[in-house]
């Protein structure tokens, strides 16, 4: 069980254009979801909260404007990269968890952006 | 800021061998947590122990934690070819979200 996943895996745009990346959890209700983005051989740094129904929660120097994240369900998020930059081309990675302090985030596959 | 750094940041090792990486972090935690990364894919849970643990085994991974050092191991004994991959320790200070380190790139050599 814990099953979460990422749509698309891989993406290819054009700089300037916008592209939305979908986290579903498929067998369980998320409250929270997380948005992540992994540069080439190194970690994780968290961008952002998302809680169903209300705004996310960015961390410090991400652009809430460049980056939007929409919660609209238990079990869906959607991060939109808007105006896209070749700076922008990473791995993004969402994860959910039924509870925001505590215990295991279950990870997607990830998505990974390459801005021509 | 990121509070975990982990060692060594690549091991290479033969298959069959133990392979040992460790984990240090800055502040109090309420648990930490060790995860595994294949290439160009998403984490996958491996193990999760609390600040009032010690130690903890799954098959064969063995953690420690050692909260009066801020540190923690990984052990995987008789390595295999598929274990190959990332593996990041992830923190959880008290009421925050997960803090990941460096990660320590792993390669079982057949």
């Known amino acids: 069980g814990a099953v979460v996943s990422q749509h698309p895996s891989r993406v290819i745009c054009k700089s300037g254009t916008s592209v939305k990346i979908e986290c579903r959890s498929l067998?369980?209700?998320?409250?929270?979801m997380f948005w992540y983005r992994q540069f080439p051989k190194q970690s994780l740094m968290l961008m952002a909260t998302?809680?169903?129904?209300?705004?996310?929660?960015?961390e410090q120097g991400v652009e809430k404007d460049k980056f939007l994240i929409n919660h609209a369900s238990l079990t869906l998020s959607t991060l939109t990269v808007t105006s896209a930059h070749p700076e922008d081309s990473s791995f993004y990675i969402c994860?959910?968890?039924?509870?925001?302090?505590?215990?295991?985030?279950?990870f997607g596959p990830g998505t990974r952006l390459t801005v021509l | 800021s990121q509070q975990g750094e982990e060692d060594p940041q690549a091991l290479s090792i033969q298959e069959g061998e133990n392979a040992t990486m460790n984990c240090s972090y800055k502040?109090?935690?309420?648990?930490l947590q060790w995860y595994r990364q294949n290439s160009g894919r998403g984490l996958v849970h491996l193990i999760l122990?609390?600040?009032?643990?010690r130690e903890k085994h799954s098959g064969r991974l063995r953690v420690t934690l050692d909260t009066s050092k801020k540190s923690s191991s990984l052990l995987i004994t008789a390595s295999r070819a598929a274990d190959t991959a990332s593996y990041f320790c992830a923190t959880v200070p008290p009421a925050q979200k997960l803090v990941f380190g460096q990660g320590t790139r792993l390669t079982i050599n057949p």
């Open positions: 994860s959910a968890t039924l509870a925001i302090s505590t215990d295991t985030q279950y």
């Open positions: 502040t109090s935690i309420n648990n």
């Open positions: 067998d369980f209700q998320a409250t929270t």
């Open positions: 122990i609390r600040s009032n643990e």
């Open positions: 998302s809680n169903e129904g209300s705004k996310a929660t960015y």
